[in-house]
């Protein structure tokens, strides 16, 4: 199976079910949004779209590029751009396979749910994925996932894979794309331009012609800089040795659901080599510690919603001590596509070393003056988190009193409640990014305030109302409420109209 000339994309229009092929996607001879029952498969398969576009076609600048976004590409340019390519992305290649190496040596075959995150090892296995999800996979669905472990996840798959490297990324990182209005769009919206290739990655231009490491492999226990990684090799890194196995026989993929050729397990290899460096993926942030020298890149590492993490994923910002910038797909963007709101999706997981305990997959919406206005979305941010810490504080001093003074009720109601606000909240974080008029907040946010204030007074209420009769817990209540209210009442300057009740 060629990903450059098969149909592999599974995509969904009208209910209607298919695969297609990258030209018919690309030249608009089909449209639909991918479709597959796992969503963490679906971002991985609009990534692998999405990087396959980036290394047959990178504009020059953004006139090149906003061609590509109108119009469909002409058949013969799209014939022309494949070749020499071609051998890159054939999954089962005499000698170079589409992100594995052949005559890897593996006494048996390891069952096909291991290449697929979280299927395997870990409690939260039923709670994260269908249960069978992943024995037979087809040649779409397991390019995917080679593809997604190599990318998003921790040393493949979970379980007894210790040892096994992660991708250039890390174990679990923070992937951002950009949305159009359909999926073509889509693609080229996160596709990088030489214009800001050459920004983000100095050495763009002497190392783009380098082909993939599963074309060109690095030597074992190889130290390599990451400026010795070209685009393209960096993009379609296969971290770790694998070598697919097929006993060629017709059966249900367990992911798509099709009738197919299927591929029953794969075979694995150690092999170890040192990165040095990080290398500036296009589509994730990175943060970095000036006085530590480490940079890394966000990763879900908490319960947290995502909304917490806007801050990091878009804004640049650096002190003396620290510092954080947008992914280079958003650095485009603000230039690109600037006089618009901003649609972005955020995905990735969250783990406990090789275990995946939740998986993110979400699309928010940014206001037309997002680009500038940095300030505004730390402001929205802010609040959120402020209202929260109000909350937990009062009812934390609910919980264990005051020293000598007052009794704790010693009833800790913080994390339960915490994840109260945060559900009750996510959908006004969602509509106030979407809708704050990003020249004028003022308004905006007091709204926003008064929104935040409603929910914690409602929540604190809610979570005390049980002790409310208990004498010995009376003072504790009382004490916890005036902290409520001290604290709600520092979050409106001097002058701000608030509700008197
Ligand atoms: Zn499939």
Redesign the pocket.
């Known amino acids: 199976m060629n990903l450059l000339t098969d149909p592999w994309i599974?995509i969904q229009e009208k209910g209607l079910f298919e695969k297609i092929t990258l030209q018919q996607l690309h030249c608009g001879e089909k449209t639909g949004e991918i479709c597959l029952p796992r969503d963490d498969m679906e971002l991985a398969c609009l990534q692998l779209l999405c990087a396959i576009t980036q290394v047959l076609f990178t504009p020059k600048n953004k006139r090149e590029l906003g061609h590509y976004v109108k119009q469909p590409l002409a058949q013969d340019d799209y014939q022309t751009a494949i070749q020499g390519k071609l051998d890159w992305f054939d999954l089962d290649h005499p000698e170079t396979p589409f992100m594995q190496f052949r005559g890897v040596k593996a006494k048996e075959a390891t069952p096909m749910d291991k290449l697929m995150a979280g299927l395997s090892g870990g409690e939260n296995k039923v709670f994260v994925n269908e249960m069978g999800l992943a024995d037979n996979?087809?040649s779409?669905?397991v390019a995917i996932a080679l593809f997604n472990s190599a990318n998003n996840c921790p040393n493949v798959g979970g379980g007894n894979l210790g040892g096994f490297k992660a991708g250039l990324r890390g174990s679990t990182p923070i992937t951002l794309l950009i949305q159009g209005r359909n999926l073509r769009e889509t693609i080229w919206l996160n596709v990088l331009t030489e214009e800001t290739l050459n920004r983000v990655m100095p050495w763009y231009d002497e190392t783009k012609d380098m082909p993939p490491n599963y074309i060109k492999p690095v030597k074992a226990r190889e130290k390599i800089s990451v400026s010795e990684i070209g685009l393209a090799r960096g993009l379609l890194w296969q971290p770790a040795r694998y070598e697919l196995f097929s006993s060629n026989k017709l059966d249900v993929?367990s992911?798509?659901?099709?009738k197919?050729t299927v591929y029953d397990g794969f075979k694995k290899e150690q092999f170890g080599y040192t990165i040095e460096g990080v290398w500036p993926h296009p589509l994730s942030s990175r943060t970095f510690s000036i006085k530590k020298k480490k940079e890394e890149f966000p990763s879900f590492t908490t319960t947290a919603p995502t909304w917490t993490h806007m801050s990091r994923l878009l804004i640049d910002r650096q002190s003396d001590k620290e510092g954080q910038q947008a992914a280079p797909i958003i650095q485009q963007a603000r230039t690109f596509i600037a006089s618009a709101k901003l649609q972005i999706i955020i995905g990735g997981y969250r783990n406990n070393q090789a275990t995946i305990l939740e998986r993110r997959h979400e699309l928010f919406s940014l206001a037309q003056g997002w680009h500038e206005h940095g300030e505004v979305i730390q402001q929205i941010i802010h609040y959120g988190l402020e209202y929260k810490k109000a909350l937990r504080k009062a009812l934390y001093l609910f919980a264990v009193g005051i020293k000598d003074k007052v009794h704790g009720s010693g009833v800790n109601l913080c994390d339960p409640v915490e994840a109260n606000y945060y559900q009750q909240t996510e959908g006004l974080l969602h509509t106030r990014f979407a809708s704050v008029h990003f020249e004028q907040p003022d308004k905006d946010l007091t709204q926003l305030k008064q929104q935040l204030k409603t929910v914690v007074k409602k929540l604190f209420d809610l979570a005390t109302e049980p002790y409310q009769q208990e004498p010995k817990m009376i003072k504790a209540l009382a004490m916890a409420r005036r902290s409520l209210h001290k604290s709600l009442k520092d979050l409106e300057p001097q002058g701000e109209p608030h509700d008197k009740n």
Do not use: M
């Open positions: 599974p996979l087809c779409g669905c993929c992911c798509c659901g099709l197919e």
